[in-house]
């Protein structure tokens, strides 16, 4: 099986300082299911590939095994894919050779270890038990461009179909602890199986190298339950501790949410403003079915329900409560029965593919991506630029500068506790040119609420429309 990690970082060789495997030579290590090497197609200081190469020894496998497993066992203990196909078996080589960089220590370059830097994986044949579908819904969230390309079963025999082997090209800008983190769960994940006995010691493995990712990954539950081998005590007492006492309710937060912004906003009726031109805005593209992304408590939807051009209205959020709290504010129940037909809600989170959002003519996704930290951001633009990909999309967001026009607001803060970011005209217009190109739409910026000459307006919007 073979695993390539490629940086194009300046200087691009650092990549051997953060392996500690210096590219001038090649490296071999003794593993337990056989033998593993390390080496450089390429090192430059704009580009470093480093490559590992690992060898499988099926029958060494079974003739070390004790019992009745042992030599002269099944033919399928012999004849297997393990020695071509990503599995445990790569995790483990990582772990043993990489251990320093999977550990997040460099002695040569300790100020890179947290670094995000710019990775491309490579693996040349990864079991995607669940086929592409769950490869993206694993790493996507997690912030990589996911590439991947069936393999036929036998290259010089196509009538024979396809395998469940992919090859596979993950590109994310991450620290390397992360990203070897990343690839030591999931690999093992995708392929269903371990070559080892699964004990309590795997759950402590889980809970270090899923630090930081994997209490908030969307696909929590399926990882712990197959990187655990589906063993039931194990996988209850490793979700206890990833679900802790602690962990943000996305109810909780929407309602903290709505109330820290409304009291900042209220003096100048930002949110009637911000409203009343997301819908100009929607009307203008003659959008007819519309998407309220992240919708909360209504307010939008129920002003798009008094539009008769809207025929079709779905509201989508992640938070149970705020839906709850919609459908009590659009008075859905005693709503007559074409109006009725009109709207629906929906429980689903953004950086999630979902079917139920293709083929709209609009969305509308208002102060909710200032909520997204930077790799669920990256999976929230594949889910609606390059899957739900409606028309034309309307995303409105806080603009940093105009905070120090409220007195209220303490200097550097954010206008909620729960912005990951909050950014400038510039930063906004910038990933919005860079979002439109990447996915073939043309973008076009407006001003929401009162326009100060030297710090802009307290809301910024970007229109995409789809070429």
């Not at 203008?284 to 209504?298: I, T």
């Not at 003519?361 to 909520?371: L, Q």
């Not at 217009?429 to 009162?450: C, D, E, H, K």
């Not at 326009?451 to 307006?457: I, W």
Request: charged share 25%; net charge neutral; glycine share 6%.
């Amino acid at each position: 099986m073979l695993l390539t990690i490629t940086t194009t970082h300046t200087p691009a060789t650092d990549l051997g300082h953060l392996l500690r495997k210096n590219p001038a030579r090649v490296h071999e290590f003794t593993l337990n299911c056989g033998r593993a090497y390390v080496f450089y197609p390429e090192a430059t200081p704009g580009r470093c590939t480093a490559a590992l190469l690992v060898e499988v020894d099926p029958v060494g496998l079974v003739r070390n095994r004790r019992g009745p497993s042992g030599e002269g066992g099944a033919l399928g203990q012999y004849v297997n894919d393990r020695p071509y196909a990503a599995s445990s078996f790569l995790s483990v080589a990582i772990a043993d050779i990489f251990s320093s960089a999977l550990s997040g220590k460099s002695k040569e370059r300790p100020d890179l270890v947290e670094t995000p830097l710019p990775l491309h994986a490579t693996i040349s044949a990864l079991p995607c038990r669940g086929g592409e579908e769950f490869l993206r819904k694993l790493f996507e969230p997690l912030g990589y461009a996911v590439s991947a390309k069936r393999l036929p079963l036998d290259a010089n025999f196509p009538v024979w179909g396809e395998s469940a082997y992919h090859r596979v090209d993950l590109e994310a800008r991450l620290s390397l602890q992360k990203f070897l983190s990343h690839l030591y769960v999931l690999v093992p994940v995708l392929d269903n199986d371990k070559h080892y006995w699964v004990g309590d010691a795997e759950i402590e493995k889980l809970l270090r190298h899923g630090e930081g990712w994997l209490s908030s990954h969307p696909e929590r539950e399926v990882i712990t339950r197959r990187y655990l081998k589906h063993q039931r005590s194990l996988v209850d007492n490793a979700l206890a501790q990833l679900v802790s006492d602690t962990e943000t309710d996305p109810d909780d937060a929407a309602e903290a949410h709505a109330l820290e912004e409304e009291a900042i906003e209220r003096s100048i009726s930002l949110n009637e403003q911000r409203l009343g031109t997301v819908v100009a805005a929607l009307k203008a593209n003659g959008a007819a079915r519309v998407l309220d992304l992240g919708c909360g408590e209504g307010r939008l939807l129920q002003t798009l329900l008094k539009e008769k051009q809207f025929t079709e209205i779905v509201g989508m959020d992640v938070s149970h409560r705020a839906l709850e709290i919609a459908h009590d504010r659009l008075h859905y129940d005693r709503l007559p029965p074409v109006q009725k037909e009109r709207i629906r809600l929906l429980h689903g989170s953004l950086i999630y593919r979902d079917q139920r959002l293709a083929g709209f003519d609009a969305a509308a996704v208002v102060e909710v991506i200032e909520h997204l930290d930077a790799a669920r951001l990256a999976a929230f633009e594949r889910v609606l630029f390059e899957c739900a990909r409606p028309k034309s999309i309307v995303i409105t967001t806080p603009n940093r500068e105009y905070n120090v026009k409220w007195e209220t607001l303490p200097a550097g803060k954010f206008r909620h506790r729960d912005h990951r970011f909050e950014w400038t005209r510039t930063e906004f217009q910038a990933w919005a040119n860079g979002v439109a190109a990447r996915f073939g739409y043309n973008f076009r910026f407006l001003p929401v609420g009162p326009e100060d000459l030297t710090v802009g307006s307290p809301t910024q919007m970007g229109i995409f429309e789809r070429k």
